[in-house]
């Protein structure tokens, strides 16, 4: 498998909130400031999932967030 992370030391994501992000029309916590329909994230774990990949969010205490995805690896 091949692990991809994107990573920032921005504002976080809730804890709480985590694994909702990857379902259709999620949208954070501060959604009334940021445009969008909340299906970036959805649209991201159907293309990984279709691939045999996995994708997910690691909170850092600190603040911000690092998502990463999974994908097989091609020989």
């Known amino acids: 498998m091949?692990?991809?992370?994107?990573a920032d030391n921005g504002v976080g994501v809730d804890l709480a909130k985590s694994q909702s992000l990857f379902?259709?029309?999620a949208?954070?916590?501060?959604?009334?400031?940021?445009?969008g329909y909340g299906l970036g994230l959805y649209i991201?774990?159907?293309?990984?999932t279709a691939?045999?990949?996995e994708i997910g969010v690691e909170i850092a205490p600190s603040g911000?967030?690092?998502?990463w995805f999974t994908l097989p690896?091609?020989?």
């Open 2 to 6: 091949v692990r991809c992370v994107v």
């Open 23 to 25: 379902q259709r029309y």
């Open 27 to 35: 949208r954070g916590s501060r959604q009334e400031m940021t445009p």
């Open 44 to 48: 991201c774990r159907e293309i990984a």
């Open 51 to 53: 691939h045999g990949g």
């Open 64 to 67: 911000g967030a690092a998502f």
């Open 73 to 75: 690896a091609v020989d």
